[in-house]
């Protein structure tokens, strides 16, 4: 038997789990844009180094190099990073809602299992007499689509006859 504080609980516990991806991705953000900042440092230590190579310094030049490899690097490892934790988040928040979806599935069965529960011994007749009726109502309706599908049949059946009975008519009425 579920109980109100266990569905509460319940609900709480999930959406502090929600709560929890939402601060990791907070997080992740943070980071992303420390990054981003890094980035920026080092277009302008690149840009600075880019001016003294061409004032004609080919001393530095590796290093300016290296640095632009580096820049490279990073972002590359930056949008892979991304990337990454766009895919992260995207699993996490199906996960979340598949979960959320199934705790409310099993919360709205158990409300409705106690309701019935409380319900007199007519009720419940009466309830599953329906759920009967509409099994019944089912069959019915597909015997009905069965049905119209035999008298299209037929109805074309019939319409080519009938057309062939006046195409042999009306060559008996020439002969």
Same mark, same amino acid.
């Given at each position: 038997? %579920? $109980?109100?504080?266990? #569905?509460?609980?319940?609900?709480?516990?999930? +959406?502090? +789990?929600?709560?929890?991806?939402?601060?990791?991705?907070?997080?992740?953000?943070?980071?992303?844009?420390? $990054?981003?900042?890094?980035?920026?440092?080092?277009?302008?230590?690149?840009?600075?180094?880019? /001016?003294?190579?061409? %004032?004609?310094?080919?001393?530095?030049? /590796?290093?300016?190099?290296?640095?632009?490899?580096?820049?490279?690097? #990073?972002?590359?490892?930056?949008? *892979?990073?991304?990337?990454?934790? *766009?895919?992260?988040?995207?699993?996490?928040?199906?996960?979340?809602?598949?979960? +959320?979806?199934?705790?409310?599935?099993?919360?709205?069965?158990?409300?409705?299992?106690?309701?019935?529960?409380?319900?007199?011994?007519?009720?419940?007749?009466?309830?599953?007499?329906?759920?009967?009726?509409?099994?019944? #109502?089912?069959?019915?309706?597909?015997?009905?689509?069965?049905?119209?599908?035999?008298?299209?049949?037929?109805?074309?059946?019939? $319409?080519?006859?009938?057309?062939?009975?006046?195409?042999?008519?009306?060559?008996?009425? *020439?002969?």
């Amino acid at each position: 038997v %579920v $109980t109100r504080d266990d #569905v509460e609980e319940s609900l709480k516990a999930v +959406f502090q +789990f929600v709560k929890d991806k939402e601060q990791l991705l907070q997080d992740l953000r943070c980071k992303i844009e420390e $990054t981003k900042k890094k980035i920026s440092e080092k277009q302008h230590e690149r840009d600075y180094w880019s /001016e003294y190579k061409n %004032v004609g310094s080919e001393v530095h030049a /590796e290093k300016i190099s290296s640095l632009e490899k580096d820049i490279a690097e #990073v972002k590359y490892e930056l949008e *892979r990073t991304e990337e990454h934790y *766009r895919e992260a988040l995207k699993v996490v928040r199906e996960e979340n809602q598949k979960q +959320f979806d199934r705790h409310m599935k099993l919360l709205s069965e158990a409300a409705l299992k106690k309701a019935v529960g409380y319900l007199d011994k007519s009720c419940r007749r009466e309830i599953e007499e329906n759920a009967w009726l509409k099994e019944e #109502v089912k069959i019915y309706r597909k015997e009905e689509m069965d049905l119209i599908a035999s008298v299209q049949l037929l109805e074309e059946e019939n $319409t080519n006859l009938v057309a062939k009975l006046i195409d042999i008519k009306l060559q008996h009425l *020439r002969v």
